[in-house]
């Protein structure tokens, strides 16, 4: 089998999830709930989950495929929907940050099944937020700060919630051995 329909067997349902979920959250994040906080912090953070359970499954090379491939048709998709400034300020947010967290996992992978990406979420998490509300929002009247911080405590908090469905996802998700 070819890479190319290995990659469409193993890993669209983990590309496909990568996209609706940022460009679901591109478009939500615009809409305030109050000064601390926007829907897309609820809808976000799933994006560690599904990054999380692919590396676990099939291991960091094939998760960055993922990350890479998401990150060019969210960014496609969110300029469309949610503008030009948030697709950016999303797309590198993102990136960084899901390659960062795909590295973290990996290398904590022998930790304790909820460390590990606890671990590697909050650390993502933190710099996908800063990078995030700093490109998107700076020079703008939007409380960029103040959103910025309510949206990491959420994602602290989800990062938390994520361990429910992580653990119980562990079982039709064997795991990977630790690769490059």
Request: net charge positive; hydrophobic share 55%.
């Amino acid at each position: 089998m070819n890479s190319s329909s290995t990659y469409i067997k193993e890993l669209w349902l983990p590309t496909l999830a990568m996209i609706i979920i940022v460009v679901v959250s591109n478009i939500v994040v615009q809409i305030p709930i109050n000064d601390w906080l926007t829907w897309g912090a609820l809808t976000y953070p799933v994006c560690f989950l599904v990054t999380d359970l692919t590396n676990r499954r099939y291991g960091p090379a094939k998760t960055r495929l993922v990350v890479y491939a998401g990150f060019a048709l969210a960014v496609i998709l969110s300029i469309w929907f949610a503008g030009a400034r948030i697709a950016v300020a999303s797309g590198t947010a993102f990136l960084l940050a899901q390659l960062v967290d795909v590295y973290i996992f990996n290398r904590l992978r022998r930790l304790t099944w909820w460390q590990t990406p606890l671990i590697s979420s909050t650390l993502a998490s933190a710099l996908d937020t800063a990078l995030f509300f700093s490109i998107a929002f700076y020079a703008t009247p939007v409380p960029w700060v103040t959103l910025g911080i309510g949206d990491f405590g959420v994602k602290l908090v989800l990062a938390l919630a994520m361990l429910i469905p992580f653990r119980a996802l562990m079982h039709y998700v064997a795991p990977a051995e630790a690769k490059s």
